[in-house]
């Protein structure tokens, strides 16, 4: 079992910026690959960024390449998404989520294994 605890989120002006963390604790954080999805209301989960377990690779959907950058301390078991430049578009609930497939950087909600509970990103226009 792999526990995952989202914080960081809030809200902020389009334009400005936030970096979220997830904490994890459980079985060796290192194991895992590690991604960022969220889910806007009215919409379905979607895929934001993914890293491997040793942040070799990392993969991001298009909508935030160049804005958004995900990395990982596998000391402090903490994965981090840094979000610049944000838009009234990036406004959602973010999840962060561990894939067992540690060298996989997958976009399939599906595919992961664990989950947190989410932080809420709010981007006034």
């Known amino acids: 079992q792999v526990q995952l605890v989202e914080s960081g989120g809030g809200l902020v002006q389009a334009g400005g910026s936030l970096r979220l963390s997830c904490a994890a604790s459980?079985?060796?954080?290192?194991?895992?690959?590690m991604g960022w999805f969220r889910q806007a209301p009215g919409k379905e989960r979607e895929f934001v960024a993914a890293?491997?377990?040793?942040?070799?690779?990392?993969l991001y959907a298009d909508s935030v390449k160049g804005r958004f950058t995900i990395s990982r301390d596998n000391v402090k078991k903490t994965v981090y998404l840094q979000m610049n430049e944000l838009r009234p578009e990036d406004a959602a609930v973010y999840y962060c989520?561990?894939?067992?497939?540690?060298?996989?950087?997958?976009?399939?909600?599906?595919?992961?294994?664990?989950w947190g509970q989410g932080t809420q990103v709010t981007v006034s226009s």
């Open positions: 459980g079985r060796t954080f290192s194991n895992y690959a």
């Open positions: 989520a561990a894939d067992r497939r540690s060298t996989q950087t997958s976009e399939v909600p599906g595919e992961y294994n664990y």
């Open positions: 890293i491997t377990w040793s942040g070799g690779r990392s």
